[in-house]
């Protein structure tokens, strides 16, 4: 059974750093696309950073390019969300999601999802 669990959330002050991780189990890491994306309240999930497997394509939301890192471990079956310089309107749930194909980064395009952690940068 794949699953996805996310960690690292919690409060930090604007300019703060987070690291996300999402340990997954099931699947062979190196063979899956690997997103994280994240719902503020009342807004619509969106992808804030996107990986494949083989074509070494990445994709970043504008928002957060320049400070936002995707990596992943495959000895440890991890995906990393390495966050820098946090702004209040990052607040939100991170998602991490994986999928056997890489399309870019809706998330329509993952079959599989963690439960989310959450993330809040306020003074």
């Known amino acids: 059974q794949v699953q996805l669990v996310e960690s690292g959330g919690g409060s930090v002050q604007p300019g703060g750093s987070l690291r996300l991780s999402c340990v997954v189990s099931g699947f062979t890491l190196d063979y899956y696309a690997l997103g994280w994306f994240r719902q503020a309240p009342g807004k619509e999930r969106e992808g804030v950073s996107c990986?494949?497997?083989?074509?070494?394509?990445?994709y970043y939301l504008e928002s957060v390019k320049g400070r936002f890192t995707i990596s992943r471990d495959s000895a440890k079956n991890t995906v990393y969300l390495q966050m820098n310089s946090l702004k209040p309107e990052d607040t939100a749930v991170y998602y991490c999601a994986a999928d056997p194909y890489y399309s870019g980064c809706s998330d329509q395009l993952y079959r599989h999802w963690g439960k989310g952690t959450l993330v809040n940068v306020s003074s």
């Open positions: 990986s494949s497997s083989s074509s070494g394509s990445t």
